[in-house]
């Protein structure tokens, strides 16, 4: 089945630094959305990319949708504490409604 | 809060005992998805069901049952426990079945199984 794969697994910043998480596929994703899951908590939707090319911004966070739909991309700029979390993207092609990347766990150094 | 409801919060429970994960979705919202979680295989998509039906089926296996009933609440049966069952359950909820839906995740139930 289609697979989409997520780097880095993890990654550890000072507070301030910037952030990014890569989503790949080998296959053309029809939409990808990205949900943030906090210590302890559960996914929670942040957007969803559906055109190639795309760009959104949400506060300090942009996400990217390649030109090819074959990857996605989350930055965060001047990370925050309240940013902490596990980030993962989904795709949303094929049969099932949602293939989950393994995510990418950020920590915060304040 | 999501307005996605699950019960129990917590189960412990031994292995080849039965249990059930019970979900209630957002007001309004007709399907439900139900998600493994555990530490070394991320999200795993169990099954979906749609309006009392069942729409789409991932890794689930057979050991595992789902339904939804006529008030839109799901219940996810696990029978024939073993070790490896022990994981996050989360249900998701989504006005509606098709992929342009953002999920609504509860708050989970984790599964301990000993």
């Known amino acids: 089945g289609q697979q989409v794969m997520q780097i880095p697994q993890y990654q550890h910043v000072q507070e301030g630094e910037d952030f990014t998480t890569y989503c790949n596929s080998s296959t053309t994703l029809s939409n990808i959305q990205w949900y943030k899951q906090r210590p302890g908590g559960h996914p929670v939707f942040l957007i969803q990319?559906?055109?190639?090319?795309e760009v959104k911004k949400q506060k300090r966070l942009t996400f990217q949708f390649g030109e090819a739909k074959k990857n996605s991309s989350l930055h965060i700029t001047a990370t925050q504490t309240t940013d902490v979390g596990t980030y993962f993207c989904a795709d949303t092609s094929g049969n099932t409604p949602l293939v989950f990347g393994k995510g990418t766990r950020l920590s915060v150094i304040a | 809060d999501s307005g996605v409801t699950q019960t129990p919060k917590h189960l412990i429970t031994a292995t080849g005992q039965r249990v059930t994960l019970r979900c209630s979705p957002r007001?309004?919202?007709?399907?439900v998805y139900w998600y493994q979680q555990s530490l070394d295989q991320g999200l795993q998509f169990l099954i979906q069901y749609y309006n009392g039906e069942e729409r789409a089926k991932g890794n689930i296996l057979e050991r595992f049952s789902a339904q939804q009933f006529p008030d839109l609440h799901s219940e996810l049966n696990l029978s024939s426990l073993e070790l490896g069952d022990s994981a996050l359950y989360f249900c998701a909820s989504s006005v509606a079945p098709g992929d342009a839906y953002e999920q609504y995740f509860g708050p989970g139930t984790r599964l301990t199984v000993t």
């Open positions: 007001s309004g919202d007709l399907s």
């Open positions: 990319l559906v055109k190639s090319g």
